[in-house]
């Protein structure tokens, strides 16, 4: 890829079933491996991709979940959103996301707006 050229973005709609964590950190992994991530950020590519969806899931209310990937030589973001009635971003489980997160990633959060909860993270890419 040359300097700033994007993949994506990749927007995808998927009910709340945390088997599919699979099919998402398949398709993040090959989207990074196109942008020649090292193995280890696809590593951490797949984490974040994990825990956005499993914390949308967890804390969302039933409805399906938005994600979207994008990714350029420098960057891979990841970012999903859930309709929600209430959404605690202080809740124990979402303190470890952003803890896993905090480790995965460059840049993440966990936000309300509008009754859509909203968990993104962006893990970037060592140019070698």
């Known amino acids: 890829m040359t300097d700033q050229e994007l993949i994506g973005p990749i927007e995808i709609r998927v009910p709340p079933n945390p088997s599919l964590s699979r ?13 020649g991530f090292t193995v280890d950020e696809i590593e951490d590519i797949k984490i974040a991709v994990s825990e956005v969806l499993i914390a949308l899931i967890e804390h969302g209310e039933g409805q399906p979940i938005d994600l979207q990937f994008m990714v350029d030589d420098q960057l891979f973001s990841v970012s999903g959103r859930t309709a929600v009635d209430q959404f605690d971003t202080e809740d124990s489980d979402l303190i470890l996301c952003r803890t ?10 966990i936000d309300v707006i509008e009754n859509q909860a909203h968990i993104w993270a962006a893990v970037s890419h060592a140019m070698i």
């Open 100 to 109: 896993v997160l905090a480790e995965v990633s460059g840049s993440h959060g």
């Open 23 to 35: 099919v998402l950190r398949l398709s993040a992994s090959g989207m990074a491996s196109l942008a």
